[in-house]
């Protein structure tokens, strides 16, 4: 019997790929992505991020200018080359992605999240072949939206409900450290991430249409707040 299938914004989507991208995008799936903070343990204790009304403006640029947008351009030009088997563009999508992090510790956040993935990936699911592909082009470090954006290609995700997920997973652990941190309260968690909704359609559809050059940078106050917190005096996160 053929597996059942679901409509998701018009795109068919087997039950069993929508399963997969699921556990992949759970806070439970263990990558370590709740020991980082993108910064906004610094942001707090320099009074930048004191509210939710702080938090939706900060995150939203996050978004729009900053790692979110980035993350799923490289993740679109992961998953198009996996698609491709061009392992030549997946080296170099790999090579710029690992050199494009604007700190220290953003890069060791979105490093040691790829890894890991690609570590629990390999252990649990057989599809794996592009993985094990690109192994002999390249051998330095695959950052986490690269090693989703692969996956994904691998098990049939649509394009369009990955970068959905990737960017509600990674708003949401900056949501679960703003409500730590600052603290915010579990329902004005749920706001902030309600507020980012439109946001988050918005650069997934961007993504879906940008190529590599697209790709920039522009939101300084956080990259100016990651590069503090290395040496911040108590942390209770690692960016």
């Known amino acids: ?8 914004t018009g795109i068919i989507m087997d039950n069993r790929a929508l399963f997969n991208l699921m556990s992949w995008m759970s806070p439970s799936y263990p990558i370590g992505a709740y020991t980082y903070s993108h910064g906004i343990e610094y942001a707090v204790e320099a009074g930048l991020v004191t509210s939710l009304k702080d938090l939706v403006p900060w995150i939203t640029d996050i978004l729009a200018f900053g790692s979110g947008k980035s993350d799923c351009i490289l993740l679109a030009a992961a998953y198009g080359a996996t698609l491709d088997q061009d392992m030549a563009a997946l080296k170099e999508v790999a090579e710029i992605g690992n050199a494009f992090a604007p700190t220290k510790e953003i890069a060791l956040e979105t490093v ?3 890894r890991a993935f690609v570590s629990v990936v390999k252990d649990v699911n057989t599809e794996v072949t592009t993985l094990e592909a690109l192994g002999e082009h390249w051998n330095g470090p695959l950052i986490h939206p690269i090693t ?5 290609a691998d098990h049939g995700v649509p394009l369009g409900e990955t970068l959905i997920a990737y960017l509600h997973g ?9 409500v730590r941190l600052v603290p915010l309260g579990q329902t004005d968690g749920q706001r902030a991430i309600a ?10 559809n ?30 209770l996160f690692r960016s």
């Open 148 to 152: 989703v954006g692969i996956v994904a």
């Open 195 to 204: 507020a980012l909704a439109n946001e988050v359609g918005r650069i997934a």
């Open 170 to 178: 990674f708003i949401s652990n900056l949501v679960s450290a703003a």
């Open 112 to 114: 040691q999240q790829g």
């Open 206 to 235: 961007i993504a879906k249409e940008a190529q590599i050059d697209d790709l920039g940078s522009a939101t300084l106050m956080v990259d100016w707040c990651s590069a503090l917190h290395e040496t911040q005096y108590t942390r």
């Open 1 to 8: 019997m053929a597996r059942q299938k679901v409509m998701v």
